[in-house]
C-alpha cells in the first residue's frame, strides 16, 4: 500500500505549505503526463550546486578537475538511490501498473530521481536556504568520511594498483548471470585475484557497478579499503 505525501513530509521533517509539492515529486511518469520529471530536472541542478559549494569550501586546495570529480561521485545515482532507500521513498511512490509490476519503487534509477523531485519540491514550497538545509543534512555523513584522494579513485582503480605494486596478477571480473527484464537488470559478478583463495563477489543494476561492488569487496577483505 502506497502511503501520503504528508507522511514523508512528517518523516523528513518539512511541513510543505502546499502537499501537491510533494504528491508531484512523487508520481512517476508511468502515471500520466502530470509527473516529477520537471521537479526533478530542477533538483538535479540544485542538489549539484549545493553539494558544489559545500566541496568548495571543504576543500580549499582541490583543482577544478578534482572538485567536478568528487561532485560527481556524491550525486551519481547510486548515491541518490541510497538516500532515497534510508527516506523509505520507495514506500511512497505513486508508479503505473507496468513499473509496479516490475518492482520499480526498488530500482536504483527511479529512487535517484524521486530525491531529485522531492528536492525540487521543498525549493518550490520554500526557498534555496531551506532545501540547502536538508540537502546537506542527508549528504552529512557522506561528505564527512570524504577523502579527496581515496575519492578521486574508483574501487577498481585502487584494487588494480594495488596488486600491481605488489607484483600481482590483475584482477579478472567474471559475469556469471543476468537477471530480470531489459529495462531492469540486475548483474552479478566475481572478481578473482591472486590474495584471496575465493573469489569476491559484486551485484549492481550495471556490469560496471557490479564490477566495482566485487572490487570493493576484494578491497575490504585485504584491509586496504578505510
Known amino acids: 500500500m502506497i502511503k501520503p505525501a504528508p507522511d514523508l513530509a512528517k518523516r523528513i521533517g518539512y511541513a510543505f505549505k502546499d502537499i501537491s509539492h510533494c504528491e508531484l515529486a512523487l508520481t512517476h511518469r508511468s502515471c ?8 526533478e530536472f530542477l533538483g538535479d541542478s540544485i542538489v549539484n550546486m549545493v553539494i558544489a559549494d ?14 567536478s570529480r568528487l561532485r560527481a561521485r556524491m550525486v551519481k545515482g ?24 516490475s518492482g520499480g519503487f526498488r530500482r536504483d534509477s527511479i529512487l535517484a530521481d524521486a530525491v531529485e523531485a522531492v528536492i525540487g519540491a521543498i525549493y518550490q514550497d520554500s526557498d534555496l536556504e531551506t532545501v540547502r538545509g536538508f540537502i546537506l543534512s542527508w ?7 570524504l577523502d579527496i584522494d581515496e575519492a578521486l579513485k574508483d574501487s577498481k582503480t585502487r584494487l588494480q594498483e594495488y596488486l600491481q605494486s605488489r607484483r600481482h596478477a590483475l584482477p579478472q571480473y567474471e559475469l556469471t548471470h543476468v537477471e530480470g527484464e531489459a529495462h531492469a537488470q540486475t548483474f552479478y559478478i566475481l572478481c578473482h585475484i591472486e590474495p584471496l583463495t575465493e573469489p569476491t563477489k559484486g551485484v549492481g543494476s550495471s556490469r560496471r557497478q557490479a564490477e566495482q561492488e566485487a572490487a570493493k569487496a576484494a578491497l575490504a577483505l585485504m584491509e586496504v579499503s578505510k
Open 78 to 101: 547510486e548515491t541518490l538511490a541510497e538516500i532515497a532507500r534510508e527516506l523509505k521513498l520507495g514506500d511512497y511512490l505513486k508508479l503505473g501498473p507496468g513499473e509496479l509490476k
Open 32 to 39: 500520466g503526463k502530470r509527473n516529477n520529471e520537471r521537479l
Open 54 to 67: 559545500d566541496l568548495y569550501e571543504r576543500f580549499p586546495e582541490a583543482r577544478e578537475g578534482q572538485l
Open 139 to 145: 549528504f552529512a555523513e557522506r561528505l564527512e568520511n
